[in-house]
Structures are given as C-alpha cells and as structure tokens.
C-alpha cells in the first residue's frame, strides 16, 4: 500500500518561507499528477495546488503568486515552496496522487504566527 511521506513544515512568522516536500518509497511519481492539500482546523481538506506529468501546475486563488509547486521525478519528490505566508495558510499540509488517491499520509504542520 502506497503512502505519502511529507515534511518540511514548522513555525514561522507571517512573511515567511517554507518549503515542504512530498515523496513515496512504494511508488513512482512519474506519469502522475501530484496535488497538495491542506486541512485547517476544525475545516474540510482543500486542494492547493497540482502539478501533472507535463509540468502543467495549478493554484488555489488564495495561494496563487505564492506558492510554487515543482517537481524532481529523479528523487520521486514534489515539492511545495511557499512565500510570503499568512495566519491563515496554517494547517496540515499532505500531497497524494491525484486519482485514484493512496493512502493518506501524517502531513506536515504549518504554523504561521502573526
């Protein structure tokens, strides 16, 4: 069974960076669109950002023009840069695959103070 390790996060103040990555030992990340969600508390998991096969990247509004997301297949590793981050970009952070999605990782905690 194929599960997500991500990591990477922490605390940081509003401003900000973090760089948060994304890999799989059970499975290859090539050919496969890889997406970024994020669960604040006591809210639903959201989608923040995808990148398919061809490098074809997606953003949520509230994190276009800053956050970048990339990916090295060579590591099997996606990665999340995140800038300019705010209070309210707090959350877990966990990647899978698209569809049909793995097993869901423990995330990464990102906190950011204001």
């Known amino acids: 069974q194929v599960q997500p390790v991500e990591s990477g996060g922490g605390l940081v103040q509003a401003g900000g960076s973090l760089r948060l990555s994304c890999t799989a030992s059970?499975?290859?990340?090539?050919?496969?669109?890889i997406v970024w969600y994020r669960q604040a508390p006591e809210k639903q998991r959201e989608l923040v950002a995808s990148?398919?096969?061809?490098?074809?990247?997606t953003y949520a509004d509230s994190v276009k023009g800053r956050f970048t997301i990339s990916r090295d297949n060579a590591k099997n590793t996606v990665y999340l840069q995140m800038n300019s981050l705010k209070p309210e970009d707090t959350g877990v952070y966990y990647c899978?695959?698209?569809?049909?999605?793995?097993?869901w990782g423990q995330g990464t905690q990102v906190t950011v103070s204001s």
């Open positions: 990148i398919t096969s061809s490098d074809t990247t």
């Open positions: 899978n695959k698209l569809w049909p999605q793995w097993s």
């Open positions: 059970r499975s290859s990340f090539s050919g496969k669109t």
